[in-house]
């Protein structure tokens, strides 16, 4: 093939082989073969109370869950976790009320592909997976597609305390990694974010700058009153970022 020749001429390393291998095959990968089966997940249940609800969502690593009525196959909404905590003083129907959001529903035939262009035609990037039955087969996020492309997202060489994600340089300009989540960037800048649609900041650049740029390059952009420049890219994952913020764009 194309990419093995490449990489034994020394054209590609084994990172961009890995990649341009992934992008061949992406349309050959099915939603089933890489969602988080429905073994794995953890779910709020309708019955339940707030107290219950937040007792799940701060045992276990999850940043959304679905809220189902009796059984997994029968999800009524799907909720943030931050959500949960973000209103305690508000009761259970409020929070429902502002925050419960409809489900997105996709097959598990579906080709990796199509899912990525859905996902950034809908801006959903959370999809609860349906097997042939109709039933709850698992959960799927555009973090599980980008990690198809560029194999994991997290930085398994670096421990997670050493990790300094949103440093702040001056008054208005940051250095931000690629791994730093997203609503903890928008609280530290103290600016509004595509929450709903990111998880983390590399994901937001990404998706915004349409492409995956090589390695060892660096780009600008302007978004959301930002002037983000990406310093450092490797294996296709944004590593940092320096961010100016316009001051006008502030919440406060």
């Not at 082989?17 to 953890?42: K, S, Y």
């Not at 701060?58 to 196959?73: A, M, P, Q, V």
């Not at 502002?98 to 035939?109: L, V």
Request: charged content about 25%; overall charge negative; aromatic content about 10%.
């Amino acid at each position: 093939m194309l990419v093995d020749a490449g990489n034994q001429k020394g054209i590609f390393d084994s990172n961009e082989q890995r990649f341009i291998q992934n992008i061949f095959e992406f349309d050959d990968i099915t939603v089933g073969e890489f969602a988080t089966h429905r073994t794995d997940i953890v779910v709020l249940w309708v019955d339940e109370t707030l107290e219950q609800w937040r007792k799940t969502a701060s045992g276990s690593r999850f940043s959304r869950y679905l809220i189902c009525d009796e059984t997994i196959d029968n999800v009524v909404g799907v909720i943030k976790m931050k959500d949960l905590f973000a209103y305690m003083d508000s009761s259970k129907e409020e929070i429902l009320q502002k925050c419960m959001k409809t489900p997105y529903f996709i097959p598990e035939s579906l080709f990796a592909d199509e899912l990525f262009r859905r996902m950034q035609s809908s801006r959903n990037h959370f999809a609860v997976v349906l097997d042939e039955y109709g039933g709850t087969f698992g959960i799927v996020t555009m973090n599980d597609l980008l990690e198809q492309l560029v194999g994991s997202l997290d930085d398994e060489d670096t421990p997670i305390d050493e990790i300094n994600e949103i440093q702040q340089l001056d008054t208005n300009t940051w250095k931000i990694r690629g791994s730093a989540y997203l609503d903890d960037v928008a609280e530290k800048l103290g600016i509004a974010l595509p929450l709903e649609e990111y998880d983390t900041f590399g994901g937001y650049v990404f998706g915004t700058y349409g492409s995956f740029p090589a390695d060892g390059s660096t780009f600008e952009l302007d978004s959301d009153g930002l002037h983000i420049k990406v310093t450092d890219i490797k294996a296709h994952k944004i590593e940092n970022a320096v961010v100016c913020i316009d001051g006008s764009q502030t919440e406060g």
